[in-house]
């Protein structure tokens, strides 16, 4: 199998870039990626995008439980310690 | 000062029976566990009678929860095994081609015009579009209300296992093997599941924050 050529191109960057977040690279092409970044504003600005949005991500908001669900699960909950406590 | 701060603590007050701690408990989770069974199921009311059948395991399992997962995993396993059954329940009931199981396609995570083709003289495979700024404050577009519409309807719109793999790591905050342990998957599988759903994402993002008027 041919290996790749030295330099990373960009179109190769963008799908690595999840095994670079998550540290999977071999060294050798974690070296070639960032060698790459060092000299590319293109993949700097989609690595650094792509980070924003995973922050972002994380932010959305979750929705809150609705009160009469709330106590149902509440009564479940004495119930069962009641009858634990027989 | 803040009640219940650690799992222990949690676990404890439950085991004692004290309500507060499960209110807690509730306010804390009910609202991701919702999100999490709508990954697994494509009708919400289905989807709220899965977290609510979980919670009723979660309080008749709490004496034999083990330290060994954090109760936050052990409450999304709870969940996740009664959304299996009903999702296949779903399935039976449902057209086949109307559901989209599976991982997705395995296109380019960008459009392959994006970047220069294989005989360009300088830039083989370098961009030729490369991606256009997000403005200025990126972060705080990010925040606003219109843009997690567009985020959360990139997410609806992924194939089923691709968005529970997105909400699990990413809106969750799990970690790859607790993620990858919890869809009884491998971490290599969920890591390619997690590769394409970003890069869905980030399209979906794209087209929506490149607009110079938005």
Known sequence: MRAPPVEMACQELVELV????????????????????RRCDGCTRYLEQMR???????????????????QNLLQAFRDWRNSARG | MRLYQTD?????????????AFATLLDRYYGPMLRLAMTQVHNRAHAED??????????????????????????????????RTR?????????????????????PSVA????FPDDHPRWPHHWASPPRSWGPSPEERLLSKETQGVIERAIVALPDTQR???????????????????????????????????SKVRRALEEYLGDPLR
């Open chain 1, 52 to 70: 924003q949005m995973i922050a972002a991500l994380g932010r959305l908001p979750e929705e809150a439980i609705p009160e009469q669900i709330k």
């Open chain 2, 87 to 107: 999702a296949r329940r779903e399935r039976r009931s449902v057209p086949f081609s109307a559901l989209e199981a599976g991982d997705g396609d395995a296109g």
């Open chain 2, 164 to 198: 529970a793999v997105i909400t699990l790591r990413d809106v969750h905050g799990l970690t790859s093997p607790e993620a990858a342990h919890l869809l009884g998957i491998t971490e290599g599988h969920q890591r390619v599941l997690l590769h394409r759903a970003r």
């Open chain 1, 18 to 37: 999840t095994e670079y977040m998550e540290g999977t690279l071999r060294p050798s092409e974690r070296l070639r990626f960032e060698a790459h970044l």
């Open chain 2, 50 to 83: 899965i977290v609510q059948e979980a919670w009723l395991g979660v309080v008749q399992g709490i004496d034999r929860f083990e330290s060994r997962s954090s109760l936050r995993t052990w409450i999304s396993h709870i969940l996740l095994n009664i959304a």
């Open chain 2, 8 to 20: 222990d603590e949690l676990v404890g007050a439950l085991r004692r029976g004290e309500e507060t």
């Open chain 2, 112 to 115: 392959p015009d994006r970047f």
